[in-house]
């Protein structure tokens, strides 16, 4: 009965995550950004009111939050994150609501154009396709990538671009944060403020007075350019691709290949048309799946089936469930219940593929 229930809670967590893998299939979770300080008053602000734009290759959300765990961790159930009443709107009220009084009546108006704006709580993910420069120690990372345009009347000049990553530490000690309050998004609403509070608008006011001024459609046509990409525009072709650049631009380096099954094994191999086995590649397409690379260092020795994950694109960007090794918390000592329950067991967990990058979070 004991192995029969291991085995069970195991075979259920790979039947499911093999009927439902798509990581956009999840339900979600919407959140409220509520105020519930103020800035100081020595903070002022060159402009009278903020607009967002949502340039981002996945406007549909924020990223995952795992909500719970089922049977000894054997499957997390995770949600997508999103905002009321919609994600450009809400971020837009936030900074209003937030800065209404350290505004200036002049007019003017701050446009950010949000071009990556992600909440990543998941398990780290070591890689080539890693930033290199940080170090990943945090429980929560935001990837915020601004782009800042200053005007009135839908007269706009570039004033600056920031790309950064916040990250949440267990020994990290932020103002006015309350890591209990996590249905409210602290850490995401403290990045929000500092996207906002940490530029020098009068420096870059200043020397953006020759800049060609440009209405939200030109904005709105100049981001669109940034989706211009062969593989959101195209058929995928079918083929290896060894590179994320060659899946960028839908170009695989090997079009010939095949996918084969190694002898008494779950463990399936990828060779190009002359049986080479082919190590180090991207994401592969055969005509009817589209995968990206599970590599050597990611098999595990346990008997579940060690295939590609299967890759699926959502709005402009590509999603897919990646296995990680759990702990249950519960060793398997002898005489009791857990006799046959690993310590740890092998859990979906949702990524998404930068589209800039490649990076994977």
């Not at 549909?60 to 905002?83: A, D, P, Y």
């Amino acid at each position: 009965m004991k192995i029969c229930l291991s085995a069970f809670l195991l075979l259920s967590a790979a039947f499911g995550f093999a009927q439902n893998d798509n990581p956009d299939n999840v339900r979600a979770k919407i959140f409220e950004l509520t105020v519930k300080t103020i800035p100081p008053d020595t903070l002022q602000l060159p402009f009278e009111k903020i607009k967002i734009i949502d340039s981002r290759f996945d406007s549909s959300k924020l990223g995952f939050r795992i909500s719970n765990t089922f049977s000894l961790r054997v499957k997390i159930n995770v949600q997508k994150i999103l905002l009321k009443p919609g994600i450009e709107a809400g971020i837009e009220n936030f900074f209003n609501e937030y800065y209404q009084h350290n505004f200036t009546h002049n007019g003017k108006v701050l446009l950010i154009s949000i071009k990556k704006l992600w909440i990543n709580n998941m398990p780290y993910r070591p890689g080539k396709n890693q930033r290199k420069d940080i170090e990943r120690i945090s429980q929560q990372d935001i990837y915020a990538k601004f782009e800042y345009y200053f005007g009135s009347e839908n007269a706009y000049v570039p004033l600056k671009r920031i790309d950064t990553v916040f990250q949440l530490t267990p020994d990290k000690r932020i103002e006015d944060y309350d890591p209990k309050d996590e249905n409210k998004l602290p850490f995401f609403c403290f990045a929000l403020e500092k996207m906002v509070e940490n530029v020098n608008y009068n420096f870059y006011i200043k020397a953006s007075g020759k800049k060609n001024k440009m209405s939200v459609e030109d904005i709105e046509k100049y981001n669109a350019t940034t989706k211009n990409i062969p593989i959101l525009n195209e058929p995928i072709k079918k083929g290896v691709f060894l590179t994320f650049n060659e899946f960028r631009n839908n170009q695989p380096s090997i079009v010939s290949f095949s996918k084969r099954k190694l002898l008494k094994k779950k463990i399936y191999e990828i060779v190009d048309e002359r049986e080479n086995v082919i190590l180090d590649y991207f994401a592969y397409y055969d005509g009817e799946k589209l995968a990206i690379a599970k590599h050597l260092s990611e098999l595990f020795g346990s008997n579940i089936s060690q295939d590609n994950y299967g890759m699926y694109k959502v709005n402009n960007s590509f999603q897919f469930y990646e296995n990680y090794f759990q702990y249950t918390g519960r060793e398997a000592n002898a005489g009791t219940t857990y006799e046959n329950v690993p310590a740890t067991v092998l859990v979906g967990v949702p990524r998404q593929v930068d589209m800039e990058t490649g990076e994977i979070y």
